[in-house]
């Protein structure tokens, strides 16, 4: 297998924590990390030799958090004089900020005014370019991985292929196989429910290509929602009535930024489960749908990008909700949503040679293409909300791999 060397540069005065979860990050995605902290750089000689060491890796990757970092003899810190050397070199370069630095604790921030203003420069310097941002440990964690993969996907870089293992290769088998207490109740119950009927499952280009005529339907000036309500099947796993109970509020931080998951219920007797939306198919998909309802929109506020957070996601044609319908048996309460159903039906008729597989022909496609990508059986029993997320929800290891296996689903 191809391996690749990162550098990884930060002020890890105050990333003690955060750089153990990012070495294990760029581990799993074959990414050796090498970085200033094992070399200190105090003088010249240091620095020509971590030169070569930046030179000679395929890619960089720097974080910024509170702290502007120990300054050379001209009063530039070395980790803004690793970015720029990087960025000279031509070395595919991604940056992660912490997102809000007034928030951090005050042992976590630059209390020097001139050390401030250099930090808060270098900020600007690195927001040229294309970034990301992070409030936790596990945040920064899931922005490498991802960072590192769309650097390996846009930058193919020559790498290397070891011969044999190495204790390098044994270090990422021990991050990567971690002892997980598989949940085997419902593992066995997705391979049950989901097995049976795998037949209704695209192949990976039959579903891109379905996902991409999906808005070709057209209910009124509907299209855009149209292809995201198939992206919402087709690559978040989600069904009917989930869609139709969806919130912008669900979906979207009060500052606009969309989420990575929201809690939502198989049906309405059901504990919540973790419904991902980090792939970039969905997010693209509910991104254009965005710009289009804020054209509509009359709230005018500055809070989630001017929408009403407690609409739906989801508007028909008149543009209201869809209607669900109520019903109760044996003392609970039942919904249906006959008429969203009926709309994917519709979509599917006409793109998806004549498929009626409205209800789980996207999740059966999600399982086909995981099953068929050698993911872990407890991340796919995750993803098809097998596990509740109550047993899930602050297992960060599993997490940031269901994270992993959604993000690169269709790639």
Not at 162 to 170: A, G, I, Q, R, T
Not at 334 to 358: A, N, P
Request: glycine share 4%; proline share 3%; with cysteine.
């Amino acid at each position: 297998m191809r391996k690749y060397q990162a550098f990884l540069s930060s002020t890890y005065e105050d990333l003690k924590e955060e750089r153990n979860e990012v070495i294990k990050c760029l581990l799993r995605n074959n990414c050796i990390p090498v970085g200033m902290e094992y070399f200190p750089a105090s003088n010249s000689e240091q620095w020509k030799y971590i030169k070569k060491l930046i030179s000679q890796c395929d890619y960089y990757l720097v974080i910024i958090s509170g702290k502007y970092g120990s300054l050379d003899e001209k009063g530039v810190s070395y980790t803004q004089k690793e970015y720029e050397y990087a960025v000279k070199c031509d070395i595919p370069v991604a940056a992660i900020l912490y997102k809000n630095i007034d928030e951090l604790k005050r042992k976590q921030t630059e209390t020097d005014p001139e050390k401030c203003n250099k930090l808060k420069k270098f900020r600007s310097l690195v927001q040229e370019r294309l970034c990301s941002y992070y409030q936790n440990k596990y945040e920064l964690a899931y922005e490498a991985g991802i960072a590192i993969q769309n650097l390996i996907r846009d930058y193919p870089r020559e790498g290397w292929i070891k011969n044999s293992f190495s204790k390098e290769e044994d270090v990422k088998n021990e991050f990567s196989d971690l002892d997980l207490k598989q949940p085997l109740i419902y593992i066995n119950k997705m391979y049950y429910g989901m097995s049976k009927s795998i037949d209704q499952a695209l192949s990976k280009s039959a579903a891109l290509s379905f996902i991409q005529k999906s808005s070709q339907y057209k209910s009124q000036d509907t299209s855009i929602r149209n292809q995201l309500l198939i992206s919402a099947s087709y690559v978040a796993s989600a069904k009917p009535r989930e869609l139709n109970d969806i919130k912008i509020k669900d979906i979207m931080n009060s500052d606009g930024s969309l989420k990575r998951y929201c809690l939502s219920k198989l049906s309405a007797n059901s504990p919540s489960r973790i419904l991902f939306i980090n792939n970039h198919i969905f997010t693209n998909a509910l991104n254009r749908y965005i710009n289009y309802r804020k054209l509509s929109s009359s709230q005018g506020s500055e809070k989630f990008n001017g929408l009403n957070p407690n609409e739906p996601l989801f508007l028909s044609r008149n543009g209201t909700g869809f209607a669900k319908k109520l019903t109760k048996s044996d003392g609970n309460s039942y919904s249906s949503t006959s008429s969203i159903g009926q709309l994917l039906r519709k979509i599917h008729m006409k793109h998806c040679k004549g498929r009626e597989g409205v209800r789980d022909s996207g999740r059966k496609t999600i399982y086909a293409l995981l099953k068929r990508n050698n993911t872990q059986p407890e991340v796919i029993a995750v993803i098809l909300g097998y596990i509740p997320a109550n047993e899930v929800i602050n297992n960060n290891y599993l997490l940031r791999k269901c994270y992993e296996a959604m993000y690169t689903l269709y790639d």
